[in-house]
């Protein structure tokens, strides 16, 4: 895996712990995703059972749902970008910013290892 010119190598011990994280954090979404998809199932079988609702139990459901589908998604997008960092930790890209195919640089992808860009790209990105 590529490092920058004023880092060590990635060692062996490094790879395995940057990799078991990622998947530790795959089974914690998968886990997140499934306790919210049966969550927003309970509420949506709710939802018809509405008689009687003011409109503030209504809009309390409502939000419960909109709220449950929000970190069902997040928690999904999160997953991808974890499963891409395995796939691109098995195809030899890890580690190159997507952007400007520099390092991306080892202490930011121990802090972040679903990082797909190099610092200096990710600030030009926040500025857009």
Request: glycine share 6%; with cysteine; hydrophobic share 35%.
């Given at each position: 895996m590529a490092?920058?010119?004023?880092?060590?190598?990635?060692?062996?011990?490094?790879?395995?712990?940057?990799?078991?994280?990622?998947?530790s954090?795959?089974?914690?979404?998968?886990?997140?995703?499934?306790?919210?998809?049966a969550e927003l199932?309970?509420?949506?079988?709710d939802a018809g059972d509405g008689?009687?609702?003011d409109q503030a139990d209504a809009?309390?459901?409502?939000?419960e749902r909109e709220q449950e589908i929000s970190l069902a998604n997040n928690a999904r997008d999160l997953l991808d970008q974890n499963r891409r960092a395995?796939?691109?930790m098995a195809d030899g890209t890890y580690g190159l910013c997507e952007s400007?195919?520099?390092?991306?640089?080892?202490?930011?992808?121990?802090?972040?290892p679903r990082a797909t860009l190099c610092?200096?790209?990710?600030?030009?990105?926040?500025?857009r």
């Open positions: 490092v920058r010119d004023d880092e060590e190598p990635w060692t062996e011990a490094e790879l395995t712990e940057l990799r078991a994280e990622v998947e954090d795959i089974a914690q979404l998968e886990r997140e995703i499934a306790t919210a998809e199932h309970d509420l949506m079988l008689a009687g609702d809009g309390a459901k409502t939000f395995l796939q691109r400007c195919g520099n390092p991306i640089g080892k202490l930011r992808l121990q802090a972040a610092m200096p790209c990710k600030k030009k990105e926040e500025r």
